[in-house]
């Protein structure tokens, strides 16, 4: 076996031990003893393939939300109707983070309790996925007729205004809740809610 392809296997056998071990507990409470005892991986090795613990984590998050971008772009959730729409969209979600749970936990430990030195990080990965929300709304508003005063760009503006602020709401309870998994799911239940407010509060009375 050629030496590329054997550190390639290695890097991925460190990458998916990883995605177990933070896709299970926290960033604070997993560690690197944990992701070696498990899976019978020495510390040298991981370290050859990945400086620390902050660098596994953020490359977790990245195969992270690259897989969710990916099997959200497999599927057209636009529809004409725009409350059909959203509604795919978040059965899509639903989907995948019930068919990957580890990735749910990394995606929702990112989104709602990030480490705080590694933020901006995890902001630059989130890239793709933002573009492709924007995407979807940008096609999404193209179907109503905006208020006065606003336009297309604004009322983008507004969209990435409330989301960071309806996910700062939920990092704020992450520190007031002990389960989790039951933020997880009251975070989903209202992002619906809180889209169709984004949605029609731009929307022209008629």
Do not use: W
């Amino acid at each position: 076996m050629k030496q590329l392809k054997k550190s390639q296997i290695s890097r991925d056998k460190i990458l998916n031990a990883a995605i177990a071990e933070f896709g299970t507990k926290s960033y604070e409470n997993a560690s690197i003893n944990n992701i070696c005892n498990d899976n019978n991986i020495s510390k040298g090795l991981i370290y050859h393939y990945f400086k620390n613990k902050d660098e596994l984590f953020l490359n977790c998050v990245k195969t992270c939300f690259d897989a969710l971008v990916n099997y959200l772009s497999k599927e057209d959730f636009y529809q004409d109707d725009i409350q059909n729409s959203i509604e795919k969209y978040l059965d899509l979600r639903y989907r995948f983070f019930r068919e990957y749970p580890y990735y749910s936990q990394i995606f929702f430990n990112a989104l709602l309790q990030p480490p705080m030195h590694l933020k901006e990080q995890i902001k630059d990965l989130r890239n793709d996925f933002d573009a492709l929300n924007i995407s979807q709304y940008r096609k999404t508003i193209c179907n109503l007729t905006l208020r006065e005063g606003i336009t297309e760009e604004e009322a983008i503006e507004y969209f990435f205004f409330f989301q960071e602020m309806f996910n700062g709401y939920f990092q704020s309870r992450v520190y007031e809740s002990s389960d989790f998994n039951f933020l997880i799911e009251a975070h989903e239940v209202n992002l619906q809610k809180i889209l169709n407010i984004i949605l029609y509060g731009i929307a022209k009375e008629e």
